[in-house]
Every structure is written in structure tokens, then in C-alpha cells.
């Protein structure tokens, strides 16, 4: 099958080994993956902060990409962009006059699926050990982000796979079904709150006796994950509480093991890609890959300054 990657925003910009890990997954499965070029948001920020007529070219550009593509079915490590997709593309589309372009985004979100929703319902993975090799030796609790829970309704989708990777030690999340504050721009106008729901679902990931806090939206995951640095955050064996996502486990194996020692986030595979950071109002210096790999993630908090 011709699986095209839709690697929504967050991800090709803050966490690219994300996208890289489900190339790897189905890839493994014997599944060509194609990356439609022209791609981009797929405008749920747009709407979200209520910017409907700027959101309408950005929908054009997701539903252009994707109908003049050659391609199966599509694929997006994020349980909201898929949503966004069904939910939010065609009344934006509809709401702009263009009938057309709402009936054709309603085509293209029938072809996409969040990762763990493809592997399990059409790919009929059941058994990530099995089927994918998956192997992580570590302690992981599983957060079921928003989206995926309500809109997409997953279910157990992403838990199952990840209760079924070989080595791991799977903790139970109490009051799981709680959101994480994220929300997107909501986490940026309404911080005081926001900062409160990510201490209450830190403080829950802690009891629950995990040194991991595994997802399927790398937003949740930031959002979480940049609280847990910035407050210093420790799990029940005492090692610094992190966040990874459900792909990168996935996509794990005893032979090329996920290295969980150092900073998760920010990871180019591969690579020798180059990040300036400001010295000076005048200067600016280059650094090695491994640079963009900071100590700790930024909190949203500290992204809206």
C-alpha cells in the first residue's frame, strides 16, 4: 500500500524524529510512504482562536496537496490534526461559500487516520511485539490526548498497541481521561489554568509510578514535558519525568533501541542540520545537531513571552 505522511506542523518543526519513527513502522510492515511536498497546517490553530477567513487558505492549500497526490491512504502521528481534518476543514470550507472545496476536504479526511488508528484498523496490527518488533525496556504511563479521545474516539487504540511492545512496564494513569491544559492557543491566552491542568496530570503520571509519559499528540506531549523540566520533575525511580511518543516506542527495537538517557525532544535522525542561537543583538553562532537538543523543553508559559 502507498501510505502518504501528513506530518503536521508541531512535528516537522519541533519533533521531526516522530515523523521518521512512523516512516520506520510502516515502512517495516512492507508499506511505501510518500511525503506530498506542497503540504503544511492543516489550520486548527486558525479556527481555534476563532480566525475562520485565514483559516480558508491554509484548508485550500492541505485539500489541494492531498487530492493532486498519488497516494492509498494518509497518515498523521496526531489525533488532532486528524480531527481537524473531518471536524474543522469543511466548515471552514462551507462557511467561506465553497461547496466544492468542502466536499473535497471531506474526501481527503476519509482517507486520513491518526497512526494508531491505521495500524490497528486497517493494517491490523494487534500485537506491537509481534508485528512490529517493538522492544522498550522502561517504565511508560499513557496519556489519551483530547482529540483522539473525543473526537476521533481511539478508544484503546493507542494504549493497546502500547501495553503490547516487548520489555515494557506499563503503568495505569489515574484520571486518565482528564485533559493536560495544552489546547493549543488556549494555552497561551488562558496560561494561570493551563499550567494548573499539566501540574495536575504531572502529578498523576508521578503516582502512577512511571518515569515515561507516552501520547499520541505531540502537543500534549510539549505541553506536559516542558512543565516536567521546568519544575523538575522526577519519576518513581528517581530519573527526571519525560514524555515520548507513542510512535518513537513503536518504532523502537532490541537491535536499534530508543535512547531515552538524554533530551527527547528536538531529535533530527541522521543528520547534521545546523540551529543559530542569538549571542548578541549583532551576533549569532552555529552549532552542531546536537545543540538543537536543548536540556529542558520549553513550557508553553515561556513560549508565550
Known amino acids: 500500500m502507498k501510505i502518504a505522511l501528513f506530518a503536521t506542523c508541531i512535528v516537522d518543526a519541533m519533533y521531526p524524529r516522530v515523523a521518521h519513527a512512523t516512516v520506520q513502522i510502516l515502512e517495516r510492515l512492507g508499506h511505501e510512504v510518500v511525503f506530498p511536498a506542497g503540504q503544511g497546517c492543516c489550520a486548527q490553530m486558525h479556527v481555534n482562536s476563532g480566525y475562520m477567513a485565514d483559516a480558508l487558505p491554509v484548508v485550500r492549500n492541505h485539500v489541494k496537496t492531498f487530492t493532486e497526490a498519488d497516494y492509498d491512504l494518509a497518515v498523521a502521528p496526531s489525533g488532532s490534526c486528524v480531527a481537524s481534518l473531518g471536524h474543522q476543514q469543511p466548515m471552514v470550507a462551507r462557511r467561506g461559500g465553497d461547496e466544492g472545496l468542502a466536499k473535497d476536504a471531506e474526501a481527503v479526511a476519509s482517507r486520513t487516520y491518526e497512526l494508531a488508528q491505521l495500524l490497528t484498523d486497517v493494517l ?3 500485537d506491537s511485539a509481534a508485528q512490529l518488533g517493538s522492544w522498550f525496556p522502561h517504565a511508560v504511563t499513557y496519556h489519551p490526548s483530547c482529540h483522539g479521545m473525543r473526537l476521533l474516539r481511539l478508544g484503546d487504540r493507542q494504549k493497546d498497541l502500547l501495553r503490547s511492545v516487548g ?38 503520571v508521578t503516582a502512577s509510578g512511571a518515569s515515561l509519559c507516552s501520547g499520541g499528540d505531540a502537543s500534549c506531549l510539549m505541553h506536559l514535558g516542558g512543565a516536567m523540566s521546568r519544575r523538575g520533575s522526577t519519576g518513581a525511580d528517581g530519573t527526571p519525568l519525560r514524555t515520548v511518543h507513542l510512535a518513537e516506542i513503536l518504532a523502537s527495537t532490541r537491535e536499534e533501541p530508543l535512547d531515552v538517557s538524554g533530551p527527547l525532544e528536538l531529535s533530527i535522525p541522521g543528520g547534521k542540520a545546523t540551529v543559530r542561537r542569538r549571542e548578541s543583538a549583532n551576533t549569532a553562532t552555529t552549532a552542531p545537531a546536537a545543540a538543537t537538543q536543548p536540556a529542558s523543553q520549553p513550557t508553553t508559559e515561556e513560549v508565550s513571552r
Not at 179 to 204: P, Q, R, Y
Open 124 to 126: 491490523g496490527v494487534t
Open 167 to 204: 520489555g515494557i512496564d506499563f503503568h495505569e494513569l489515574p484520571d486518565a481521561e482528564e485533559c493536560c491544559g495544552f489546547g493549543g492557543t488556549f494555552a497561551l491566552k488562558n496560561a494561570d489554568v493551563s499550567g494548573a491542568m499539566a501540574e495536575a496530570k504531572i502529578a498523576n
